[in-house]
């Protein structure tokens, strides 16, 4: 019985080992700035579940220059007005320390000028640090799940909003390539959701 048992545990330390990630580098970093770059769409769960909208999202590096971390421009459309985004914002990825990846929100000043990014890169040339404004509390924070999977959140209440009533907002990632599932809710001074989908976040594919 203690032989059946040590080895029970031994086997145990050595799965888990292999299973949880080793400290995060910036291969790391350089790995997931890869797979979020690109276009992404909601279209395959808009059509099996009406509560969900059909909405493009397109990422592209921005400010490649700038040795601090990576930079994306960030759209998002409904595909039926690809020309027309209801948000814009600029995701700087880095490290926090060998565990965690951060990923700072920043909106534009002059979120117009910079509409069709994706597709005319000489919009986005212009973007720099003055173009932008800090999201304060809105940063999302994530881990590292296996090889290639990084999921976290936004910091308790700290990100602000007033969007339909609400008074501050959540942000869920999970970011596989491939594929991101991405949550944003706001909750109003009771803790009530307002606004944001409720089953379960959108879930974007690659295109």
């Not at 803790?191 to 690659?206: I, N, P, R, S």
Request: charge should be neutral.
């Amino acid at each position: 019985m203690k032989i059946l048992l040590s080895l029970f545990i031994s086997i145990y330390i050595v799965s888990t080992a292999f299973s949880q990630p080793g400290p995060l580098t910036q291969k790391d970093l350089k790995h997931l700035a890869g797979i979020m770059a690109g276009e992404f769409s909601s279209e395959k769960q808009a059509g099996a579940d009406s509560s969900y909208l059909h909405i493009k999202l397109n990422m592209t590096p921005v400010m490649t220059e700038n040795p601090d971390g990576y930079w994306l421009y960030v759209e998002q459309a409904m595909a039926s007005a690809p020309d027309k985004p209801y948000r814009q914002r600029v995701y700087h990825l880095f490290l926090q320390d060998d565990q965690t990846i951060v990923s700072k929100v920043f909106e534009l000043k002059n979120p117009d000028q910079y509409t069709g990014g994706s597709k005319d890169k000489s919009k986005l040339a212009v973007i720099a640090s003055d173009s932008l404004v800090d999201r304060q509390g809105c940063s999302i924070y994530l881990k590292k799940l296996g090889k290639n999977t990084f999921t976290g959140s936004t910091p308790g209440k700290e990100c602000l909003s007033s969007l339909r009533g609400a008074v501050y907002a959540t942000s869920e990632v999970t970011i596989s390539p491939g594929k991101m599932v991405s949550w944003d809710r706001g909750w109003d001074r009771e803790d009530k959701q307002v606004w944001g989908a409720e089953k379960g976040g959108y879930v974007f594919l690659k295109e």
